[in-house]
């Protein structure tokens, strides 16, 4: 499995961005895919999760509300849809796969999102 993140750059505090991740190999229909972000001098977190196979979404608290993860299995890509962007939202996202929330198998190699105040 590989995958491929894009859509990062640099907006005002306020502002939308999404994000894109294109799955490519062998993509497995029950797996989660999922959206993590590490912000300099910090640990890596998690953002968000789907799965291929159901509707079901989960969110980090911190951006509930705002963000909103998608899917087009048709063309194995996941979509992170974030809205009313945050100084605190900066930080490199990454996409991953994996059965569940303790295993993520599969990283893409991340995409820079800054956000000015």
């Known amino acids: 499995v590989q995958l491929q993140a894009s859509g990062g750059g640099l907006v005002q505090a306020g502002d939308s961005l999404r994000l894109s991740c294109a799955a490519s190999g062998r993509t497995l229909r029950p797996y989660l895919m999922g959206w993590f972000r590490q912000a300099p001098g910090k640990e890596r977190e998690f953002v968000a999760a789907?799965?291929?196979?159901?509707?079901?979404?989960y969110y980090a608290d911190s951006v509930k509300g705002r963000f909103t993860i998608s899917r087009d299995n048709a063309k194995s890509t996941v979509f992170l849809q974030m809205n009313s962007l945050k100084p605190e939202d900066t930080a490199v996202y990454y996409c991953?796969?994996?059965?569940?929330?303790?295993?993520?198998?599969?990283w893409g190699q991340g995409t820079l999102v800054t956000v000015s105040s």
């Open positions: 789907i799965r291929w196979s159901s509707d079901s979404t």
């Open positions: 991953a796969t994996g059965p569940n929330f303790g295993s993520w198998n599969y």
